[in-house]
């Protein structure tokens, strides 16, 4: 099996930071993709940000030149810097891998989801 845990969602002031993690872990064999969706209450889930392996970073525009994704290829694990947030930028956020396991079978995993509210 595969899974994919998040960590890191928290309450934060407007204008302060938190970085997220996601760990993929199981019977994998190669990740091609890595990245971050978020779903705000009401809304449907879009795109935050992610990086295919060996490509550039897709960023929403909304959170360009405030968060910054990286990949820890041999870790399985790809992390969200999120600084200069806004209340906006509340919501859930869920970690998204498109992979192929042992057995070549390429699919798309999501995490649980973490929550992030950024509120005074």
């Known amino acids: 099996q595969v899974r994919l845990v998040e960590s890191g969602g928290d309450l934060v002031q407007p204008g302060g930071s938190l970085r997220l993690s996601c760990a993929a872990s199981?019977?994998?064999?190669?990740?091609?993709?890595m990245g971050w969706y978020r779903q705000a209450p009401g809304k449907q889930r879009e795109l935050v940000a992610a990086?295919?392996?060996?490509?550039?970073?897709t960023y929403a525009d909304s959170v360009k030149g405030r968060f910054t994704l990286s990949r820890d290829y041999a870790k399985n694990t790809v992390y969200l810097q999120m600084n200069s947030l806004k209340p906006e930028d509340t919501a859930v956020y869920y970690c998204?891998?498109?992979?192929?396991?042992?057995?070549?079978?390429?699919?798309?995993?999501w995490g649980q989801g973490t929550q992030v509210t950024v509120s005074s």
């Open positions: 998204n891998a498109d992979l192929t396991t042992w057995s070549y079978r390429r699919s798309t995993y």
């Open positions: 199981g019977s994998i064999r190669d990740i091609y993709t």
């Open positions: 990086l295919p392996s060996g490509g550039t970073t």
